[in-house]
């Protein structure tokens, strides 16, 4: 069985605009903490997480279990490991004229202000 392992990282992004992200910072806390919460539950109920996943996305349920299996669970902010994957992506983006201008993930990314 072939997969990604080893070759690519599957990250998962929450995206905002920074106008909403600055403006509601109390609401984004709010969000991440009840994400959180959903993934604890998820890891715990694979099968209930299989079921409603096959339902809305019209797979068979064996597919979506074994996808729900593999999934990483949590969340967490960006860390510069992540941000320097993503650069990499843009940059190749760039290059390959996918992207009109060239971007610094790392000026993109938002950090709440403590």
């Known amino acids: 069985m072939a997969d990604g392992r080893g070759t690519v990282s599957n990250h998962q992004f929450y995206l905002s605009s920074r106008t909403y992200a600055e403006r509601n910072p109390a609401v984004i806390k709010i969000i991440i903490e009840e994400l959180s919460k959903l993934d604890i539950w998820s890891k715990s109920h694979l099968p209930e997480v299989a079921d409603a996943l096959a339902a809305q996305v019209g797979l068979d349920k064996t597919i979506v279990q074994v996808a729900a299996n593999r999934s990483a669970y ?16 843009a940059d190749t983006f760039y290059e390959l004229k996918l992207i009109p201008k060239k971007l610094s993930v790392k000026d993109i990314v938002w950090h709440p202000k403590h």
């Not at 949590?74 to 992506?89: T, Y």
């Open 74 to 89: 949590g969340v967490k902010p960006l860390d510069g490991k992540v941000i320097a994957e993503q650069q990499r992506i």
